[in-house]
Structures are given as structure tokens and as C-alpha cells.
């Protein structure tokens, strides 16, 4: 059982922008970075966003992330067929001494 | 380039026992943590634990521990997890990360391709 919780699924018009959410406490999200993963259908996870802002080589700007307080943000901007995956936040959670996923969700075009 | 290869699928009864491996190349194996994930059927990503091949420090996430080993032989840059006794339950996909980490913060940069693990009788 996750303790990051993100919405199911959220879902926009291609070319328009979608947010996905990500909440934790101040174990995890609160007091650690935050990354996030991209899964495309039947693929491994990719490394999106780092350190709760930044963005890996080869990843373009339409990606972004943002944190405040307990809840962190990914933010997709011209929204492509292409982008249609799961997505996932992820961060330390330091009373668990464990690293922690949230909850997952899938972004659809409409 | 990096690189992680997992081994491959598996298909196992419940009572037996399993390793599944990890290769990394194209970096310093010994100076990063490595990590593994489990992906059961249609769900979410969990994290398992962690090891550091230059030492063996190994950390488990409260569910795993006790359930599976965690291990590395860094002589050939490879890490391991391992089960005593499959369940049914053990049936899933599990990747294995590279766990970059600067100034004390980590995450995962590099994924191996994921090996399916199914447990049946």
C-alpha cells in the first residue's frame, strides 16, 4: 500500500496541458526530493523528472515538476498521442527508511 | 552506455526456489546503489530494497524484508534477488535501477528491461 497518493487517471485534448499530483507527508515528500517515472504500456519505467525539478538529458520541457509542502506536481504541456502512459512520483520516506512509489496514474488523450 | 540486463522470464511452482540477476555495464558498478522494483499484474511500482555492490550494505522496504535476498557479485558487475519459497503471490515483474546519487540524493537514472516472474502450480 502506497503512501504517496496521485489521482487514477486524468485525461486532455492533444496540444493541451495535464497536472498530476502527488501527495505524501513530511516523512517522504516534506523532507526529500521527489522524482518521476514514465511507463509506457509494456515498457520499463523512465526516469522523467529529478531532485523535483529537474530534467535528464533527452527529456524535453514540455516536461516539468514542482514541490510545496508535502505534495509535489508533474506538469505536462502540449499533450501528445505519444505521451499516453502511466506516470509515477517517488521519493525516500524517511520513517520507513525505504524508498516509496505513488499510487500511479495514467494519462489519456481525449 | 549504461546498460542493465536482466535474466529471463521465469516460470516457477510455489515451494521452489529462484535468482534473478541484474548486469550493469558502461559505468562504476562498485560506486552505485542498485535497486529492485516489483510490478504485480495491472498494479503500481514497489519499491523492494537497495544494494551497494561496493560493500554489500543492503536495505530492505518493511514488505520485503525476510521475503527475499537481496545480493552482488561485483567481480562480474551483477546484482541478484533471490526467494527461498515462491508464492503465488511472488507472481510479477521486477526491475532492476541504477540509484544515482549526489550530496545524499538519490534516484533512479537507469532501468533494466524487467524480468516476469510467474509462480504456478
Known amino acids: 500500500q502506497s503512501v504517496l497518493t496521485q489521482p487514477p487517471s486524468v485525461s486532455a485534448a492533444p496540444g493541451q496541458k495535464v497536472t498530476i499530483s502527488c501527495s505524501g507527508s513530511?516523512?517522504?515528500?516534506?523532507?526529500?526530493?521527489v522524482s518521476w517515472y514514465q511507463q509506457l504500456p509494456g515498457t520499463a519505467p523512465k526516469l522523467l523528472i529529478y531532485?523535483?525539478?529537474k530534467r535528464p538529458s533527452g527529456i524535453p520541457d514540455r516536461f516539468s515538476g514542482s514541490k510545496s509542502g508535502t505534495s509535489a506536481t508533474l506538469g505536462i504541456t502540449g499533450l501528445q498521442t505519444g505521451d499516453e502512459a502511466d506516470y509515477y512520483c517517488?521519493?525516500?520516506?524517511?520513517?520507513?527508511?525505504?524508498?516509496?512509489f505513488g499510487t500511479g496514474t495514467k494519462v489519456t488523450d481525449l | 552506455e549504461v546498460q542493465l540486463v536482466q535474466s529471463g522470464a521465469e516460470v516457477k511452482k510455489p515451494g521452489e526456489s529462484l535468482k534473478i540477476s541484474c548486469k550493469g555495464s558502461g559505468y562504476s558498478f562498485t560506486t552505485h546503489w542498485i535497486g529492485w522494483v516489483r510490478q504485480m499484474p495491472g498494479k503500481g511500482l514497489e519499491w523492494m530494497g537497495i544494494i551497494y555492490p561496493g560493500d554489500s550494505d543492503t536495505r530492505y522496504s518493511p514488505s520485503s524484508q525476510g521475503q527475499v535476498t537481496i545480493s552482488v557479485d561485483k567481480s562480474i558487475s551483477t546484482a541478484y534477488l533471490q526467494w527461498s519459497s515462491l508464492k503465488a503471490s511472488d507472481t510479477a515483474m521486477y526491475y532492476c535501477a541504477r540509484r544515482h546519487c549526489t550530496n545524499g540524493v538519490c534516484h533512479k537514472d537507469y532501468w533494466g528491461q524487467g524480468t516476469l516472474v510467474t509462480v504456478s502450480s
Open positions: 513530511s516523512s517522504n515528500i516534506g523532507n526529500n526530493y
Open positions: 517517488g521519493t525516500w520516506d524517511s520513517s520507513l527508511s525505504a524508498g516509496v
Open positions: 531532485e523535483n525539478n
